[in-house]
């Protein structure tokens, strides 16, 4: 199997995805990774996790409607194509 741009595009695709799917209260909350762990100071700095995490809500807000046409697009791709 050769390294194509579309099986870049493919394993992007499938990486938003799989972030996108992430639901907090189920699966983030027991990790520790939950909305109520990333409090901070006023004039602080987020950490890592605290960025990561507003990452996650970012994708999950704004790529959702997307996907949905780009993930449509793929399997017409695969399916036309192989």
Not at 22 to 28: C, I, K, N, V
Not at 36 to 48: A, C, I, L, W, Y
């Amino acid at each position: 199997m050769a390294f194509t741009l579309y099986s870049l595009i493919q394993a992007a695709i499938l990486c938003v995805n799989a972030v996108a799917v992430l639901h907090e209260e189920r699966f983030l909350s027991k990790i520790g990774w939950g909305a109520d762990q990333s409090v901070g100071g006023f004039g602080d700095e987020p950490g890592v996790k605290a960025q990561l995490m507003n990452l996650v809500r970012s994708v999950r807000t704004v790529m959702r409607v997307p996907l949905i046409g780009v993930n449509s697009v793929c399997i017409v791709l695969l399916l036309l194509f192989g």
